[in-house]
Nanobody, 124 residues
Framework: QVQLVESGGGLVQAGGSLRLSCAAS????????MGWFRQAPGKEREFVAA????????TYADSLKARFTISRDNVKNTLYLQMSSLKPEDTAVYYC?????????????????WGQGTQVTVSS
């Protein structure tokens, strides 16, 4: 099975940018469709973005697609999330997840492996 470790979170001012990374080990990243999710305090975990195994297709939460970009480097075994024009409401723990499905998914329960999360805090 694959192990996932997120990094790149931190404190940023509103309007700033961050790039999150998710490093995979144990199995090659290309074996999985991948996704990013986030969970704010007191809220349910929600879908952010997903990408197919080869990176040819992507999907985003409607409210985020103008500001967030998901990408992957299967040679480096790493998934990325570029976030720009950040807002205080983007504050959350961000998780990457791997799915054995052939295509991407927006559904939490269709992901088989999860990282531990990285905190993103956006100050106003």
């Amino acid at each position: 099975q694959v192990q996932l470790v997120e990094s790149g979170g931190g404190l940023v001012q509103a309007g700033g940018s961050l790039r999150l990374s998710c490093a995979a080990s144990g199995r090659t990243l290309s074996s999985y469709a991948m996704g990013w999710f986030r969970q704010a305090p007191g809220k349910e975990r929600e879908f952010v973005a997903a990408i197919t195994r080869g990176g040819g297709s992507k999907t985003y939460a409607d409210s985020l697609k103008a500001r967030f970009t998901i990408s992957r480097d299967n040679v480096k075994n790493t998934l990325y999330l570029q976030m720009s024009s950040l807002k205080p409401e983007d504050t959350a723990v961000y998780y990457c997840a791997a799915s054995n499905r052939l295509g991407y998914s927006r559904r939490l329960y269709e992901y088989d492996y999860w990282g531990q999360g990285t905190q993103v805090t956006v100050s106003s």
